[in-house]
């Protein structure tokens, strides 16, 4: 069974940083592409970030220039630098893989709150 956990979230100011981490565990054979994607109160999940296994990445719109997506192969790990926060950042974040154990399939964690207030 294959589990991803987030870390990393919290409170932050205006204009701070936060750095969200994921590990993906369990009877992995191969991961494609990693994403980040978040839920503010009221609103539809939103794809935030997102790499493949070829380290190609694409981010949306509302965070380009400031936040960063990366991920570590070997630890089965996918990073979200995010500098210059915005309270419009403020959400829950989860984090989503593309695993191939026995088959492929796509896999979410359970989220981490990033709220963005003075």
């Known amino acids: 069974q294959v589990q991803l956990v987030e870390s990393g979230g919290g409170l932050v100011q205006p204009g701070g940083s936060l750095r969200l981490s994921c590990v993906a565990s369990?009877?992995?054979?191969?991961?494609?592409?990693m994403g980040w994607y978040r839920q503010a109160p009221g609103k539809e999940r939103e794809l935030v970030a997102r790499v493949t296994s070829a380290a190609s990445t694409n981010y949306a719109d509302s965070v380009k220039g400031r936040f960063t997506i990366s991920r570590d192969n070997a630890k089965n790990t996918v990073y979200l630098q995010m500098n210059s926060l915005k309270p419009e950042d403020t959400a829950v974040y989860y984090c989503n893989g593309n695993i191939r154990t026995l088959y492929t399939a796509d896999y979410w964690g359970k989220g981490t709150l990033v709220t963005v207030s003075s």
């Open positions: 369990g009877r992995i054979f191969g991961i494609n592409a």
